[in-house]
């Protein structure tokens, strides 16, 4: 029930699963303590912020650069929603956030700049097919 929505006060949240407010409460409160449950957050429509472009950009950098290197470097950019170290051809794959193309194509180009990233590939987002509640995507 908080996945779906943050703002429920523990009173609703008891009538749902059949507990006292305090009950859930300290549920909750456990949940947070272990780790469980990061955080409450706003869902934001980026769209209707100015922020028109969502890509993946797979990012290729030159050989030895450490996992600290990288994740400097997309922090530097807070056009990067997201990052992942992962497996395959890629060293990275980073989600960003434009204006526009043209803003997505200025980023590409920024992190090609100091010579780490050798190569990008990029996927531009045309439209979201799944979305769930709670979930960092």
């Given at each position: 029930l908080l996945v779906r929505d943050?703002?429920?006060?523990?009173?609703?949240?008891?009538?749902?699963?059949?507990?006292s407010s305090?009950?859930?409460?300290?549920?909750v409160d456990k949940l947070r303590a272990l780790?469980?449950?990061?955080?409450?957050?706003?869902?934001?429509d980026h769209t209707a912020l100015g922020d028109q472009t969502e890509a993946l950009i797979e990012l290729f950098f030159a050989p030895g650069t450490l996992l600290d290197t990288v994740a400097e470097t997309l922090r530097q950019h807070p056009e990067v929603v997201e990052a992942w170290s992962v497996t395959g051809e890629a060293d990275a794959i980073a989600r960003v956030r434009t204006q526009d193309n043209g803003d997505l194509e200025r980023l590409i180009m920024a992190l090609q700049r100091d010579?780490?990233?050798q190569?990008?590939?990029?996927q531009v987002?045309?439209?979201?097919?799944v979305s769930q509640p709670g979930d960092a995507w």
């Open positions: 943050g703002r429920r006060t523990y009173e609703d949240i008891a009538q749902h699963v059949g507990l305090p009950a859930v409460k300290r549920r780790g469980a449950l990061r955080g409450f957050t706003a869902v934001i010579g780490l990233v190569r990008t590939r990029s987002v045309l439209s979201a097919l």
